[in-house]
């Protein structure tokens, strides 16, 4: 290595300082078009790729929400659950859920909720259920693994007008 750093050094000292300075420019240019090629377009065609995609995504996204509004039923087809109240209601779906749920009510007018060992299908499930047939949302919601892979959850359900 030594031999070449000293035969490159004797080659340079040889040039003339009109041909040093001409080679100082080509070095320079040589290292912008370099830095050009590896970085600059590399990032604008990035840039311009996720644009893209994000413009796919938002097209996507508005195709499902409008699928979602054709079939998901609106408000006056939901059935009435002042009939049969909103806690024995939740406890009801809940129970055909197969979870096992204590409830009480919050000062704000929501059901707060417990399930000690809920599997998540079965938890998402019917809270999923709860906000297409009835209305109902949760408004809170805490959920812990248990170690037997089940979930601990507190929460509050809410009813909409």
Not at 74 to 80: E, I, Q
Not at 96 to 109: C, D, F, K, R
Not at 119 to 145: H, N
Request: hydrophobic share 50%; with cysteine.
């Amino acid at each position: 290595m030594r031999r070449l750093t000293d035969r490159l050094y004797a080659w340079w000292c040889a040039r003339t300082v009109r041909e040093k300075r001409l080679l100082a420019v080509m070095l320079a240019l040589l290292a912008a078009v370099l830095f050009w090629l590896a970085v600059v377009r590399p990032v604008l065609d990035w840039r311009g790729q996720a644009a893209a995609d994000r413009a796919d995504a938002e097209a996507e996204l508005a195709g499902v929400q409008t699928a979602l509004r054709l079939v998901t039923p609106n408000a006056a087809a939901r059935p009435v659950i002042d009939s049969e109240g909103f806690e024995s209601l939740v406890l009801r779906t809940a129970e055909g859920a197969g979870l096992h749920i204590s409830t009480g009510m919050e000062p704000g007018g929501g059901l707060a909720f417990r399930i000690p060992d809920a599997s998540s299908a079965g938890l998402f499930g019917w809270m999923s259920a709860l906000e297409r047939d009835y209305g109902i949302t949760v408004v809170s919601l805490g959920v812990v693994e248990n170690t037997d892979a089940t979930l601990q959850v507190e929460g509050v359900l809410s009813r909409q007008p």
